[in-house]
């Protein structure tokens, strides 16, 4: 059975710092490896999607990684802002179709 | 629309009754998830449709709790005879599950809260 650990489980930050949040997985055998976040009382936005046979993906200020060997995802959040406090999660697809879930790192960036 | 929608956003009901709880998926999605997230907690895996089958309902925490799926499209988780415990946000996310689907992503509804008093 699929396991997902998100560490650090929360953080706080001052605006500006460059962040990593780390996801790990036991089965290495995934189709892709989704990061969301959600903000207080709303559903789960999508961040980046990283599908197996990738490295890395980008999206503005955001860069996940990938390495499936080590079952490790890392979420690099660059010069942090108060609008990026939320809860982010990590999600991994396999083979049963069912995305498994890790508990999120909860963030706060603070001006 | 273009996203997915849940309704009711939020359902408050005594203890005992029954609730529906409605999710439109987007538009030629055939997957389709129940997760539950209680306060303070990951998100609990409930059931999952391709197309109108439920090949995997191993998440229902108990047979008062059931869902269905018409049309390829809209879908419906009830509750019978609601407890406490049950009060939580109940999250929808719909997919392309169709050949290779398997690495599309996930896109969710902003959930229904429901508090059973």
């Known amino acids: 059975k699929q396991e997902v650990t998100q560490i650090p489980a929360a953080l706080s930050v001052p605006e500006g710092e460059n962040l990593v949040l780390n996801c790990s997985f036991t089965?290495?055998?995934?189709?892709?490896l989704q990061w969301f976040r959600q903000d207080p009382g709303k559903g789960l936005t999508s961040l980046l999607l990283?599908?197996?046979?990738?490295r890395e993906q980008t999206s503005g200020r955001l860069n996940a990684s990938l390495d499936k060997s080590s079952g490790r995802s890392t979420l690099y959040i660059a010069a942090s802002q108060p609008g990026d406090s939320a809860t982010y999660l990590c999600?991994?697809?396999?083979?049963?179709?069912?995305?498994?879930f890790g508990r999120g790192t909860s963030l706060i960036v603070h001006p | 629309g273009a996203g997915v929608s849940q309704s009711p956003s939020n359902k408050v009901t005594e203890k005992g009754k029954d609730v529906e709880l409605r999710c439109d998926p987007i538009?030629?999605?055939?997957?389709l998830y129940w997760y539950r997230q209680s306060l303070g907690q990951g998100l609990e895996f409930l059931i999952y449709?391709?197309?109108?089958?439920?090949?995997?309902k191993s998440g229902l925490p108990s047979d008062r709790f059931s869902a269905e799926r018409t049309g390829g499209s809209v879908s419906t988780l009830t509750i019978q005879r609601t407890q406490q415990e049950d009060s939580a946000v109940y999250l929808c996310?719909?997919?392309?599950?169709?050949?290779?689907?398997?690495?599309?992503?996930?896109?969710f509804g902003n959930g229904t809260r429901l508090t059973v008093t």
């Open positions: 449709f391709q197309g109108n089958s439920a090949p995997d």
């Open positions: 990283i599908q197996s046979s990738q």
């Open positions: 999600a991994v697809g396999g083979g049963s179709y069912i995305p498994t």
């Open positions: 538009s030629g999605h055939t997957a």
């Open positions: 089965d290495s055998a995934i189709y892709n």
């Open positions: 996310a719909s997919s392309w599950g169709g050949t290779g689907g398997k690495g599309s992503p996930l896109h």
